[in-house]
């Protein structure tokens, strides 16, 4: 075959990946909606019955992991990555492309095991996973390109698949390139750019012909920053970075935890404690979220905001990750970061707490993860709050600078390593 017909072959390999990817990342996303949906409403009507279910729920959802596909354990970011990692040192090899870090089997357990926990009230995300599901769709469709085209490369594939996992998540393209140069391939575009462009762009038309032209948090109202919004920035970005990269620090080393090293007693007790918090916090700390923090960014006054939520958010979100099953933190640290945002504004009497909790979802998001860049953009494109441009850039910066003094390497590289290494 001449080498225009194999890169016909490749673009629309790309063009059927990106679609798939944009559907999947819909269907998905209502699964969520609904287990979430599920889950809420049979709390408020028998709280006491759903919670005692709940420690059931994350033991089903860690045994399906371990049973049938131990890679879609967590996040599934740092699996990517290590995937990619993989397909660049044998570059001609058949192996890394049949990889279950991203193969179909991973991603169906990564769909069940988190949908089983959300019904338990797991502090889980779909972003996350929605990553890992997108780069095993373009892992499979280029397996199928590459016995008509034998020079494509695993790690396109799978950085295509991953910025299009992004932007089909969030509905927010320019962040799922943004993410793809920060995280996936660490700022060096290359010769993935147009693969990942193209992907990206794709996706997100399917998801939004599928779901219409929304934004993920609404149209929080603001009011046009001035000066003073810089030192409320900052120091936003100062404890959004210290407690991001702490909550970091402890995801990868679980160990300060002290949870029982059995797999099953773990799961167990990490879903009693979370049924408990939940319980307490009346359904707040369950899920993503996304419901508690649009509550607040749409309520008229800081009031109804607990102190409390960021940090009990933080140990649900963390007990929920580390009890094995499937499910992202991307979106509980956005919930997280929102929370800290609006304690701050309501103990240091800031004037406008719902710019107080954006600035705060940038500030915890770059501690965590170190990826400023998308921070400020998947933010500002979630919420269409682009004259707070400035104002979040300082907290992601001084989130990134806080974060790394706590975690010198971003967690989802120290993730990929050492389940590498292990």
């Not at 167990?268 to 960014?297: M, P, R, W």
């Amino acid at each position: 075959m001449n080498f225009s017909k194999a890169r016909s072959y490749q673009h629309a390999s790309l063009w059927v990946g990106a679609v798939l990817v944009g559907g999947a990342a819909v269907l998905y996303a209502r699964m969520v909606s609904l287990a979430q949906g599920w889950f809420l409403t049979r709390f408020f009507a028998n709280p006491y019955v759903v919670v005692a279910i709940a420690p059931f729920a994350f033991l089903l959802a860690t045994a399906l992991v371990r049973k049938f596909a131990p890679d879609a354990k967590g996040s599934g970011i740092p699996q990517v990555l290590e995937a990619i990692e993989a397909g660049a040192k044998s570059p001609q090899s058949e192996r890394p492309w049949k990889l279950p870090l991203v193969s179909m089997r991973t991603a169906a357990v990564k769909v069940i095991s988190s949908v089983v926990g959300i019904l338990g009230g797991a502090s889980i995300g779909r972003e996350g996973p929605t990553v890992q599901i997108a780069a095993s769709v373009f892992a499979a469709v280029g397996r199928k390109v590459k016995k008509h085209a034998p020079h494509v490369e695993l790690p396109s594939y799978l950085t295509a698949g991953a910025a299009a996992g992004v932007a089909a998540a969030f509905n927010t393209p320019l962040a799922g390139i943004t993410f793809a140069i920060e995280e996936v391939i660490d700022g060096a575009l290359g010769s993935f750019r147009q693969a990942m462009m193209l992907a990206v762009i794709i996706s997100g038309i399917t998801a939004q012909a599928l779901l219409g032209n929304y934004l993920y948090f609404g149209h929080p109202a603001v009011s046009t920053p001035d000066l003073g919004v810089i030192y409320q920035s900052v120091m936003i970005g100062l404890v959004g970075g210290l407690l991001g990269g702490t909550f970091a620090r402890v995801l990868a080393y679980p160990q300060v935890t002290r949870l029982p090293k059995h797999w099953a007693f773990r799961a167990f007790l990490c879903g009693l404690v979370c049924s408990a918090i939940c319980l307490f916090t009346n359904g707040d700390t369950a899920g993503s979220g996304y419901e508690a923090t649009e509550k607040v960014l749409m309520a008229s006054s800081v009031d109804d905001a607990s102190i409390f939520f960021p940090f009990l958010k933080i140990g649900t979100t963390i007990l929920s990750y580390l009890s094995g099953m499937a499910g992202g933190i991307f979106s509980p640290s956005l919930s997280i970061g929102a929370g800290i945002g609006i304690s701050l504004a309501k103990l240091l009497h800031f004037p406008n707490f719902r710019t107080c909790a954006l600035m705060g979802m940038v500030a915890f998001f770059s501690g965590v993860v170190q990826a400023p860049l998308t921070a400020v953009i998947i933010v500002t494109e979630m919420t269409d709050r682009h004259i707070l441009i400035l104002p979040f850039m300082v907290a992601a910066f001084l989130g990134q600078a806080l974060g790394r003094l706590i975690m010198p390497t971003p967690l989802y590289h120290f993730l990929a390593k050492r389940h590498q290494e292990g």
